[in-house]
């Protein structure tokens, strides 16, 4: 692992009973690197230098104790001692003014607006129209609930709402660079919803789309991104049980 890697990751382990109290005042995510809004948070803390730890929670499989941090059961949720904070967007905020060094909102107030409404486009809209109709119905019923897909609903997703997405995001990402000028919140969250759908076996017409294309290869070439990408990936069509030792294998390599 390279240097910035052990830097930023070296202290990632997973939760138990027996943490280590010399650990408690170190950031820890709680959710499954699957999750593009948990790998949003962790390429922030990542781009930022930031150690943290991660917890690779499945919302489905929260227990009580998870409800009571995320109450509507969500993740990523992020904790830090005794403070805790769910919802990816209040997190990436919370993050941005306590380690204000290498900004992921732009100093320019038009283009902070701009960064702002693409992570919403994305966590709303993209998660609305990937998440659910694809990741969740081809990745998340067989895999964790056992429950078969639901084609139709697939089927709507790739030939109706994606082909909407993919026009409106050809008119708004640049030929070159971001949407921001430098990497932004919203590049990043825009990328980790669109990865999910490349898991769910839909397919991008770069033809079609060049330019989403061309936006999506040189963000998943950022080296925070790829390295999650890379780990959620290994993590795919495993049992939730083996998560831990994966996460705990990954980062000490």
Not at 33 to 43: D, E, W
Not at 94 to 112: M, V
């Amino acid at each position: 692992m390279k240097s910035l890697e052990k830097r930023v990751f070296g202290a990632i382990l997973t939760l138990s009973s027996e943490e280590d109290t010399s650990m408690k005042d170190e950031i820890t995510i709680i959710g499954t690197p699957i999750s593009p809004y948990v790998r949003k948070v962790l390429a922030i803390l990542d781009i930022k230098g930031v150690p943290f730890r991660c917890h690779p929670q499945i919302p489905f499989l929260g227990d009580d104790d998870f409800t009571r941090i995320s109450p509507l059961r969500r993740i990523p949720v992020l904790r830090i001692g005794d403070f805790t904070l769910p919802d990816s967007t209040v997190i990436a905020q919370f993050l941005e003014e306590k380690f204000p060094e290498t900004p992921l909102y732009p100093g320019d107030i038009e283009a902070r607006a701009r960064a702002r409404w693409f992570e919403e486009y994305a966590d709303d809209h993209l998660g609305r129209n990937v998440l659910f109709p694809l990741f969740f119905q081809r990745r998340v019923r067989p895999v964790v609930l056992k429950e078969p897909t639901d084609e139709a609903i697939v089927d709507k997703a790739i030939n109706e709402d994606m082909p909407k997405v993919l026009d409106y995001l050809e008119t708004e990402v640049p030929d070159d660079g971001y949407l921001c000028g430098t990497l932004s919140v919203g590049d990043i969250a825009i990328g980790s919803i669109m990865r999910n759908a490349f898991w769910a076996d839909w397919a991008l017409d770069a033809s079609r789309w060049p330019r989403v294309a061309a936006y999506l290869g040189r963000l998943y070439s950022e080296p925070a991104i790829a390295r999650l990408n890379k780990l959620a990936e290994s993590m795919l069509g495993t049992s939730p049980k083996e998560h831990p030792a994966i996460v705990e294998k990954y980062f000490a390599a």
